[in-house]
């Protein structure tokens, strides 16, 4: 395990499994298909679409976080929701432009309650 994976055990590991592919940001991207000039089939994203959150989300589909310690998005995220894959939404609901950056012990992050989870995942990939 590396430094940030000592807080999960093994078990923690078996019983999480990926139920929602939703959850991976490339998943948000609606995926295309197109042919080429010798008739080649090839699938593309389109990366140029920016993912923001509404900015009328009611506050109350919010919860708040406290950061114990120097750690990154994707260990915040199995924390609070049991994937690693959900460290971009931290990022969308924080504004936080550097995905890299360490969040800081005494930080305080907002986080997307779980109940409202998949609303706002499927509400993410059904906008253009």
């Known amino acids: 395990m590396g430094r940030y994976g000592r807080q999960i055990t093994r078990h923690d590991m078996e019983q999480t499994k990926i139920s929602h592919p939703e959850e991976y940001y490339e998943n948000i991207f609606n995926m295309y298909k197109d042919k080429n000039e010798n008739d080649d089939m090839y699938y593309f994203y389109n990366i140029g679409k920016k993912i923001t959150l509404p900015k009328n989300i009611d506050d109350g589909v ?3 976080f406290n950061v114990l310690d ?3 998005l994707t260990t915040v995220s199995y ?3 049991g994937t690693i ?4 939404l931290l990022l969308l609901c924080n ?3 550097n995905s890299l950056k360490l969040l800081t012990p005494g930080s305080v ?3 997307i309650k779980k109940e409202y989870l998949s609303t706002i995942l499927k509400s993410l990939k059904n906008r253009e």
């Open 79 to 81: 924390q609070v929701y």
């Open 95 to 97: 504004d936080i432009q």
């Open 109 to 111: 992050i907002k986080v």
């Open 70 to 72: 120097t750690l990154p």
């Open 62 to 64: 919010f919860d708040y």
């Open 85 to 88: 894959h959900l460290w971009w």
